[in-house]
């Protein structure tokens, strides 16, 4: 699975549609200071399900659209897409061809869509779920979080390795079977409580 598009509209410099296919291999975006470098990865982190407006460099979501210029207006709409080759099936759903979509009015509505069809975010951040692209992942490492990651606890950095090994799912699973088990313990030990009184 890779990057292949990512299509921002409406989104904090982008006022116009800007389209960027990314070959495989290593791609590099290099431009003035203020040119809108550090914008692209944000609409990344945020198409992804960001939720954070710190982490987006901003103070509320609003910020993200479009706030207009000496020469334009301020749009209502914020628009990006991602379109992921999943030719290679790393994302367990039938599409050679993933997009995923988010769209945010300045009224304060918002929409996601996985391939055109209106999705929860709930749905976005399960698609990413241990493929490394989800919103929390390792895919998108900003600014100062390399000394993040070296200096963190060896749990924490325990934490990346296992999302790129891919064995949150099981750890998730097992937690519920977890708390499932201790339910059934409490409702054995009521039912106990319940036939030593009728004894
Ligand atoms: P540097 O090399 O200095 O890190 P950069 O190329 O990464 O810069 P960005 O931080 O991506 O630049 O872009 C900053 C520009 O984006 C600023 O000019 C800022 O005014 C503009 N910008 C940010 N949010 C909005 C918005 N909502 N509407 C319009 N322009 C915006």
């Known amino acids: 699975m890779y990057l292949k598009r990512l ?7 982008f006022a116009d549609k800007t389209r960027l296919e990314i070959p495989s291999g ?9 040119s809108g470098k550090s914008n692209i990865s944000d609409a990344l982190r945020w198409v992804l399900g960001e939720q954070s407006i710190k982490t987006l460099r901003g103070s509320k979501m609003d ?7 000496d020469q ?13 080759d999943n030719s290679d099936h790393s994302i367990p ?10 769209k945010l009015f300045r009224s304060g509505e918002s929409d996601y869509l996985i391939n055109k069809s209106s999705v929860r975010l709930k749905d976005v951040q399960e698609l990413f779920f241990d493929t490394g692209l989800g919103k929390e992942a390792y895919s998108v490492i900003g600014q100062g979080k390399i000394d993040s990651i070296l ?3 060896a749990e924490d950095r325990r934490a990346i390795f296992e999302e790129a090994a891919g064995i949150n799912k099981y750890k998730t699973r097992k937690m ?3 708390r499932k088990l201790e339910e059934t313990d ?3 030990l009521r039912v106990q409580d319940i036939l030593q009184e009728l004894a």
């Open 7 to 13: 299509e921002i509209v409406g989104f904090k410099s």
């Open 26 to 34: 290593v791609t590099a975006v290099v431009g003035p200071n203020g």
């Open 63 to 69: 910020d993200v659209i479009f706030a207009g210029s």
């Open 72 to 84: 334009r207006r301020p749009l209502g709409l914020a628009e990006v897409s991602i379109v992921l």
């Open 93 to 102: 759903v039938d599409f050679t061809e993933i997009a995923v979509t988010r």
């Open 151 to 153: 200096s963190v606890k």
């Open 176 to 178: 519920i079977a977890e």
């Open 186 to 188: 409490r409702n054995l």
